[in-house]
């Protein structure tokens, strides 16, 4: 009965980890590719009369961008398993050469949640005898790592990419059907502010901030950088 309960509360924690993960990538790809190509799309609008040029530049950066992002996703990723690949490497040489030390720190830690010594002793005499158990302890309870997913890296590049693009052919879409850059600015800044305002409505929510606030402010800032490009266009117009 003890086993089924704790895999239960094992698949769940780890489902709710992917769904962090999930989350976090959305969060990053969109909010960059809904900002980004807005804020080109409008800059461009206020020095090009034809709306064609305006989805050529776009769907160029676009493609950089969703790059570029998903590339980051998958270095950071990486760099979270090679972190703890090595730290795995460190305690398991600590286990083997540093016992007495390791030994201390596995004790202090069941002290620290409220174990008597008796109890204290058992336990790290208990973990102690299966090298690999001990190791992964260490690590989680220790250093407060969890064994991240091995496909981490390819998953979050994808997440990433794919938000971006998703994020970024909102701006652009207007440019499709009107060739008139200014007239599809127009569209194209109600369609962006209104889907970063519930973006960040959402993301607010999520993430436990005010929603109404957060999703102000991430529209602000969308429209701020759309504005500052526009202006500056328009500047070296003239």
Known sequence: MDTHLHHDHNDHVESHLKSSDLLRDVVIGMSDGLTVPFALAAGLSGAVDKSSIIVIAGIAEIAAGSIAMGLGGYLAGKTEQDHYKSEVKREYDEVENLRHV???????????????????????????????????????????????????????????????????????????????????????????????????????????????????RVTLIGAVAAAAAFGVAKLFEH
């Open 102 to 216: 390791e030994i201390a720190e596995t004790k202090e830690f069941f002290a620290n949640i409220g174990l008597s010594e008796a109890l204290q002793v058992q336990a790290t005499e208990e973990i102690a005898r299966d090298k690999d158990l001990w190791v992964d302890f260490m690590m989680k309870y220790e250093l407060g790592l969890d064994k991240p997913d091995p496909k981490r890296a390819t998953k979050s590049a994808l997440n990433i990419g794919i938000s971006y693009i998703v994020g970024g052919i909102i701006p652009l879409s207007p440019y499709f059907f009107i060739d008139d850059s200014a007239e599809a600015l127009k569209i194209s800044a109600i369609a962006t502010l209104v889907c970063l305002f519930v973006f960040g409505y959402f993301k607010s929510k999520v993430t436990g901030v005010n929603a109404l606030s957060g999703a102000i």
